[in-house]
């Protein structure tokens, strides 16, 4: 980032010396992104960010296709995906939004769509590749495999945010025609994103004013910003069979301390040991490894956050762009868990700078905060 700022102070869209060297550094970093995520250089808008690029998706895909096109998608997407769903709702779009089931997991979307197949031949469907709050990984692959073969003219969205530098994401293996994701999610500046669109797809843009990237989002690009979000993807990927295995370990091991300190808690999601507490029967599903739900019953989520703040500990009650709503989490209660639980559960991210020191202290200062707020304690 640093070297891109300080060679020369160019517009990529300039046809001078300088804007040609800006140019050379933005498709050298479109080039890279696209080889490391399994797409065509050609793919590959920058943008702002998943929030924007999940919404070039949902609204350049719906426009293109028609005023009466459907739309599927699943009740534990991210804000960014269900409001501009919402959105599109009200302007004429059927919107149809299915549950998940007891771990989080949705595995409905491919049905919903078949039963409209008959008279609705094109259509929308969105599914993230991960969640946001309970690590769920879902069968994107699986759907975009089956409406490929059986309905083709509907299109699939995937919001990679979570996944993209945490396992393997391969674009076309997917068979999805849009992927979005952040940079900042595997260590790459805020404020940087991207939105993977198929060969052969098109769009209606969201803004106008340019002819950047096919005028699919017209803007001067940044340099700088693409350069230093494909470097930090590398590393990523380079690291990540390490990161998935120490984050195992490190997980393993902070559930372990809670245990043998007898704090009492439920685990949301993928990995839960007290899966019968969903009433589901359903067995374990896969999850991401560095995203962990807890509930702690009796103790109200914003009481705990508070508190553990003041220890110097940071977690949140849900996705981090919606942790200041003071409403239960909509994806932990489309799941099917009571209230009680849903009221008491926190969210506890793991990165690839997390130590065995770092969750040790974190588990301690938990279990301590845990024990002053259990009503049992008579505070």
Known sequence: MISAWQKVPGNPASTHFAGRAQRRILED??????FLIG???DEVLFTSGATEANNLALFGHARAIGQTASLVSSLIEHASVLQGLQNLEKSGHPLRLVKPDGMGIVSGLAQEVLSKASDQKTGLVSLQLANQETGAIQPVAELGEQLTRMIPGWRIHTDATQAVGKFGVDFHRLSVQSLAFSAHKFGGPVGAGALLVRRGVKLRPLFFGGGQQEGNRPGTESAALATSMAAALAEAIADMTDFQTRTKVIRGRFLDSL????????????????????????????GMPHILNLSFPGIRADLLLMALDLEKVAVSAGSACSSGSILPSGVLTSMGLPEERVRSAIRISLGHDTTIQAIDQASQRLVKVVRRLTPESGE
């Open 39 to 41: 797409a065509f250089p």
């Open 259 to 286: 245990r043998e300190q007898s704090v009492p808690f439920l685990v949301n999601g993928p990995g839960n040991e007290n899966s019968k507490e969903t009433g589901t029967g359903q067995r374990n599903g896969a």
């Open 29 to 34: 970093a479109r080039e890279k992104i696209a």
